[in-house]
């Protein structure tokens, strides 16, 4: 029943949003502040705007929310009403963030979302991996927000407002705006799981699909993007931040895109996907001009589209098959039986993933191309380092991309010829795996509820690189497409002949989780081991001790009681005497 | 004439009261308080207070010391020397009485160092008369409740148990 | 006659009277030790009044009543002697702890 | 309106003895409503108290409200006879925008404790002693929060801490008697020594300044900040940090914490530890401003120590009941840092702190001692795991208070904290900024750490396996008496923090 309600107001409030979006769309930008309080001299309250950011983002909110909870009332059944209670909080928070025109709104709704990520990647907390990638992720975040809030105090106090709209960057001073920026830096790049905090967003997998999709694909970690386009004046002020952007996202995305290769589970590779596709974004915005910002948000909209869809479509095999792992695919791989059976699930992955890879034509190759023309553009025009920088790197993420996509389409979908049905490459995860075949005779596609989102975000992921009208550099165009194809190339042949190299050092991520493991986890463990024993042993050591002391006075005390009348009159006379010759010290 | 007989006097006392503190028998101790409380009613006389010396006689060498030797008698005092006369605390006992004494006396003597007593006329025992009747009759006559409680108090304390 | 010399005498019975009693172990003795102390205090009170003579006496009444508390506190004295040597067949008061903190009692 | 405040004050206190004075037994189920009624009507009484108008309380007694600027408005409720003549003490009570949301929330505690009390009472019963000592807590604590004569603070100060001994003492942990009986000697015997100190402090001040009164003291404050003032406000300080309480003087708190029954837990969070932070704010800072400058930044610092050690000791509690007490330490620690940055920002956020803390901490005691009421524990390891499975709701309501308690914009706890980092950032211009800045920093990091305690004790206690930890017969979920007593605090929690300015406007400009 209360399940019900909550699935009926989840599904209402996104397309109450998709609604607000459609009808605010061309109109004036208008703002409003309520609730404010006077703090000393500074403002501190709640304020909205509307223009064509915030229209954009509660579009792509409102429609990738619908979309989620649509699936999801085919999804999910357990625990759904606390599930769908807190996807529409989720989707309120997002809301709040892409309106609000106050620092502290937009912090409300940007921690209330890492909070519903957290109890949302818990949703199954009966599992190990759930609940520390979990706490991992809320960790992370929370570390990155206090440096947010920092850089909320820093840029606020400087410019003597709260307000985004009347962050003017002519009158902040340079060292405060570059000091306000970074930090805020830090809580973006902790929000969209850039390096050096990008471990928590493949831990975060173990959360429900859509989840997954709807927080960890198309908007809660694209909403440091929107961060910096919607601070895009203060932040292009300050050529430090931005170099340092430009340095984070290409750092990123070619480590990320790394990782994404050697990983051996769909969503794990879709994770690290998305932390990739997410630099390429923080690259074009790092260029500081208006085509990189745009570009930027292009690739935010198609990225939505088809990363949601593609995670949605991991929904799919984990709901209908039970695991995402390349192992256990593929035992119904060799059988031929996955594509068949789930024929709109594979048909709409392969539009996602030719929509990631950049396969000319559909919205990933447009949106990447307009990120590669404003590198280029400011590259060749302005002669500036970051744009070759980023040109080079974007280039080559490209090409890995079409790798890994190519890697997870063919290991996923097909039989490998030069295995003959084996599952190859994998099988040293799972030394069962030749034993046990599984059963597919109740193999079959999800129903359409789930499948109707899937074939919806679809129609996005081919269609979006249009809707920005088509103006494409021919030159650019041609390059990529033979990037796309050097990182095909490699992927096809490797699988054809059944092999699957996965450096060990990919494989671990480059160590980096297990070094902040040792880094942090530990010396805080063990500092809090410290603190207990300090408060027991030496704070409450010196209570304890002076209680003690107390009680050992008295009972020296009490020997004087020697119970005979003549020592005390003893006493007695000698205080007299002895006050008798203060008094006269004194009065002398 | 009277400082001369008020030092003799007053010489006997001290040397008798030297006496009660450090005689070794307790019977010589409570004679010796006899000289002395007798020795300090001639000071009394000497300073031309003739009735408080006859008082401290009567009650003083005819009823307190009388009252003494039969707590002595009654608590079968040893009549021959003690071995363990004093605690071990005397010699501290004595220092402290010697700073006392030092302390005291240098007061006295700094405060009234050069006060006289005129001779007063003799006979003041009409005047105590008349003064405590008159002046301080009402703390004479709590006095007398006084005496009478620890008349009953004394009785109350010494009254055998029924069950001794 | 100087008043100095009453005073002195006083000083002395009196300070004799303090060794008398912290020293002696005899209650008794102790006692006796008190009357000592007393009858310096009167003859300060005697000598004050005749250095001083206000018309009432009343160093020499203040004597008087004096010495009344000491007859009636010697007779308390007395019978809490006689108590004591009842409970302990002695007068020793330096052997009388009764009252003494007993390390046992001790929590 | 000094009659509300004195009919406040009278009623508790009166309802108190007469429930111990009357002759007749009284079930437990009765003197809960009594006790319910008597505190519901101060309730309504302090909520009567509460001004519409904003702005920091002035002292028009002795200066035109003009010369005050346009925020300032006098006392409320102001009585102000003398009490002590000799001494020139005086019974002087009013109420500004600073005590009045202590007093509220005072009220509203001991109400929703007594409700509590009407169905979920201690195994060892005598509910109309708790009953009645929890009235003249009630008192007393309003008692402190209105007094404007230092004397009478400390006295009212004194008045709470005996019936809170004995709610230790008497219903405390009934396994473990001599734990209890030392947790609660710890409390009185540290508390008394703070207070013994605060009171020579006061002594000084009287010394200094010849006066008592508050209103006197804060127009014409005790100036210079070396010397004797200093000695006054290290002693006042010292005195007040003991209940707060500040690092390394919080040792009383954990075992008092864990062996209090529920509602006594309830109120030392909730209410008690405000009366330190309170006293800092109200006497420490006007009466000796100079001095408080001097050791503001050891105030700071001792506060940021606070924040870490009482997060890091968090990490290591396997006790629940310990865990919360020692998030207290944390979150009084932010409470100390914002009164030591000396600004606007800082003391509003540590104003703010105090009434969501009271709140916040009122609701995880609350919920921490229904999870022992059922497991008949609060050992961790001894409950076990997978709350979500066996009690949804309560689980629910724990996450929720852990939230709100580590912070969560949105939610009440956020705003004093904030604020407080925002006054260590820009603190006064009397002290040194790098430090407050380096505090800031700390206390920053501070926050993640009370996040990091807090997801543990979810993981640990909520989520987990529900096979390995089958649901036992006799814990039942929430029951409605529960629901009725927490859900104002849950409300008050979201209110709060979806509208800070209920609060910050009302303190106006300080």
């Known amino acids: 029943m209360i399940a019900t309600v909550w699935r009926v107001a989840g599904v209402g409030f996104s397309l109450l949003l998709v609604l607000i979006a459609a009808l605010l769309y061309g109109a004036a930008p208008e703002q409003a502040s309520f609730l404010n309080s006077q703090i000393g001299d500074l403002t501190i309250g709640f304020a909205v705007r509307t223009d064509d950011l915030t229209v954009l983002l509660l579009a792509v909110v409102g429609v990738v929310a619908t979309c989620v909870q649509v699936y999801s009332l085919s999804y999910l059944h357990e625990r759904a009403s606390s599930y769908h209670a807190l996807v529409t909080l989720f989707t309120a928070a997002m809301a709040t963030v892409v309106v609000s025109d106050s620092l502290f709104l937009l912090l409300i709704g940007w921690e209330v979302m890492g909070a519903c990520s957290y109890l949302l990647i818990s949703h199954y907390w009966e599992r190990r991996d759930a609940r520390s990638g979990a706490v991992k992720a809320f960790l992370m975040t929370r570390l990155a927000d206090v440096g947010f809030l920092f850089g909320i105090f820093v840029l606020g106090v400087g410019a003597g407002t709260f307000r985004i709209s009347e962050l003017d960057p002519a009158r902040i001073s340079p060292g405060v705006l570059t000091a306000g920026t970074l930090l805020l830096l830090v809580g973006v790049v902790g929000k969209s799981a850039q390096v050096p905090l990008q471990t928590w967003l493949p831990d975060a997998m173990p959360g429900p699909s859509p989840v997954s999709a709807l927080i960890h694909a198309a908007t809660m970690v694209a909403a440091g993007v929107f961060l910096i386009a919607r601070l895009y004046d203060v932040f292009s002020a300050s050529s430090t931040t931005m170099t340092v952007l430009a340095i984070i996202a290409c750092v990123t995305m070619l480590f990320a895109a790394l990782c994404a290769m050697a990983a051996v589970e769909v969503k794990r590779v879709l994770a690290w996907s998305t932390v990739s596709q997410l630099a390429i974004m923080f690259s074009a915005l790092s260029l500081g001009t208006r085509e990189g910002r745009h570009a930027a948000l292009f690739h935010l909209v198609t990225h939505a589209a088809f990363k949601g869809l593609l995670f949605l479509c991991a929904g799919v095999l984990l709901h209908q098959v039970g695991s995402a792992a390349f192992v256990v695919l593929r035992r119904y791989t060799r059988r031929g039986v996955l594509r068949n059976r789930l024929r709109v699930t594979f048909l709409t992955m392969t539009v996602g993933l030719a929509a990631l890879a950049g396969v000319p034509g559909f919205a990933g190759f447009f949106s990447k191309d307009t990120v590669l023309e404003a590198a280029w553009d400011h590259a060749h025009h302005d002669g500036s380092v970051i744009g070759w920088v980023v040109l080079a790197s974007v280039g080559l993420t490209a090409s890995l991309t079409a790798f890994y996509c190519a890697r997870l389409w063919l290991w996923v979908f097909f039989r490998s010829p030069a295995l003959a049905g084996a599952i190859g490459a994998f099988e040293v995860d799972d030394p069962m795996a030749d034993l046990e075949d599984p059963d597919t005779s109740k193999l079959k596609d999800a129903s359409w509820l789930m499948l109707g989102p899937l074939v919806l975000l679809a129609v996005g992921a081919l269609g979006l690189g249009y809707v920005d009208g088509l103006h494409l550099n021919w030159a650019i165009a041609l390059g990529s497409t033979v990037l796309v194809l050097f990182g095909v190339l490699p992927a096809y042949s490797l699988w054809s002949r059944g092999a699957d190299p996965r450096p060990a050092v990919l494989e671990r991520e480059l160590g980096v989780d297990r070094a902040y493991h040792g880094i942090f986890v530990g010396p805080v463990r063990w500092l809090a081991k410290l603190s207990v024993l300090g408060d027991r042993d030496v704070i409450g050591a010196y209570v304890r001790a002076a209680g003690r002391s107390g009680t050992l006075a008295s009972q020296g005390l009490r020997l004087l009681q020697t119970g005979n009348v003549q020592t005390y009159l003893t006493g007695a006379v000698v205080g007299v005497v002895a006050l008798a010759i203060l008094a006269g010290v004194i009065a002398r | 004439m009277t400082t001369a007989l008020f030092a003799v006097a007053g010489a006997v006392a001290v040397a008798a009261a030297v006496m009660v503190v450090t005689s070794r028998r307790i019977v010589h101790a409570a004679l010796w308080l006899v000289v002395t409380l007798g020795a300090v009613a001639g000071c009394f006389g000497a300073l031309q207070a003739e009735f408080v010396a006859l008082v401290q006689i009567l009650v003083y060498v005819g009823a307190i010391v009388v009252l003494v030797l039969f707590a002595l008698m009654l608590t079968k005092a040893p009549t021959n020397p003690l071995p363990t006369l004093t605690t071990g605390r005397s010699p501290f006992a004595a220092a402290i009485a010697v700073v006392l004494a030092l302390l005291l006396g240098a007061g006295v003597v700094f405060a009234f160092g050069n006060q006289k007593i005129e001779p007063v006329p003799a006979g003041s025992a009409n005047a105590i008369g008349t003064s405590i009747f008159q002046t301080w009759v009402l703390p004479f006559e709590i006095l007398s409740v006084l005496l009478l409680a620890a008349l009953i108090g004394a009785i109350a304390l010494s009254q055998r148990k029924k069950e001794d | ?107 | 309106m000094n009659a509300i405040l004195l009919g406040i004050l009278a009623l508790p206190m009166l309802a108190a003895l007469a429930l111990w004075a009357l002759p007749i037994t009284l079930g437990d189920r009765l003197a809960a409503l009594y006790g319910a009624v008597v505190s519901g009507l101060v309730l309504v009484g302090s909520v009567l108290l509460w001004q519409r108008t904003e702005g920091w309380f002035a002292y028009s007694e002795l200066q035109p409200v003009q010369q005050l600027g346009p925020n300032a408005r006098p006392l409320d409720a102001v009585t102000d006879v003398p009490w002590i003549p000799p001494l020139n003490v005086r019974f002087h009570i009013g109420v500004d925008s600073i005590s009045v949301p202590l007093i509220i929330l005072t009220a509203l505690l001991t109400f929703l404790c007594c409700i509590y009390s009407l169905k979920i009472t201690p195994r060892i019963g005598r509910m109309r002693s708790l009953i009645a000592l929890l009235l003249v807590i009630e008192a007393g604590v309003i008692g402190a929060f209105s007094a404007m004569d230092l004397v009478l603070f400390f006295v009212c100060f004194e008045i709470v801490l005996i019936p809170m001994w004995l709610i230790i003492d008497i219903w405390g942990d009934d396994h473990d008697p001599a734990g209890r009986k030392r947790a609660a000697t710890t409390f009185v015997l540290m508390t008394v020594f703070g207070s013994a100190l605060m009171l020579l402090g006061f002594l000084l001040v009287y010394r200094q300044a010849g006066t008592f009164d508050l209103v006197q003291l804060t127009n014409s404050p005790v100036l210079g900040g070396h010397g004797i003032p200093l000695v006054a406000a290290l002693l006042v300080a010292v005195g007040l940090a003991v209940k707060v309480p500040l690092w390394p003087l919080h040792i009383w708190l954990p075992d008092a914490h864990a062996k209090a029954p529920t509602v006594g837990s309830v109120i030392l969070a909730g209410i008690l530890l405000k009366l330190g932070t309170y006293g800092l704010i109200r006497i420490l800072v006007p009466v000796l401003p100079d001095a408080t400058v001097t050791i503001a930044p050891y105030l700071g610092g001792f506060s940021t120590v606070a924040i870490i050690a009482g997060s890091l000791a968090c990490l290591g509690q396997t006790d629940l009941k310990r865990l919360i007490a020692y998030s207290s330490v944390g979150h009084m620690g932010f409470v100390g840092l914002g009164i030591a940055s000396l600004s606007d920002a800082g003391m509003k956020g540590a104003l703010f702190a105090n009434i969501a803390h009271g709140i916040i901490t009122g609701l995880l005691f609350f919920v921490a001692g229904a999870i022992k009421d059922r497991h008949d524990t609060s050992d961790l390891r001894t409950i076990g795991r997978a709350l979500y499975a066996r009690l949804p709701r309560i689980g629910a309501l724990l996450t929720f208070a852990c939230l709100a308690s580590l912070g969560l914009p949105g939610l009440a706890g956020f705003w004093g904290e904030m604020l407080v980092l925002l006054g260590a950032y820009d603190p006064s211009a009397a002290l040194p900024q790098a430090t407050f800045r380096v505090f800031m920093v700390v206390a920053g990091l501070g926050t993640v750490l009370t996040a990091a305690y807090f997801l543990r004790l979810i993981r640990n206690l909520c989520q987990g396996d529900p096979a390995e930890n089958p649901a036992s017969a006799f814990a039942v979920d929430l029951s409605r008496i529960e629901l009725i007593t927490w859900s104002p605090l849950v409300v008050l929690t979201v209110l709060l923090g979806v509208w800070p300015g209920l609060l910050l406007h009302q303190w106006g400009i300080l």
């Open chain 3, 1 to 107: 006659m100087p008043l100095v010399l009453p005073l002195l005498l006083a000083v002395v019975l009196f300070c004799l009277g303090v060794y008398g009693v912290l020293s002696r172990r005899n209650a008794i003795t102790i006692l006796m030790s008190l009357e000592l102390m007393l009858n310096a205090v009167n003859l300060n009170l005697v000598a004050f009044d005749a250095w001083h003579l206000d018309g009432l006496a009343t160093g020499q009444t203040l004597a008087v009543f004096v010495i009344t508390v000491a007859a009636a506190e010697i007779g308390l004295g007395l019978a809490i002697v006689l108590l004591l040597f009842r409970g302990h067949g002695h007068v020793d008061a330096d052997a009388a702890r009764d009252l003494v903190e007993h390390e046992e009692s001790a929590t």
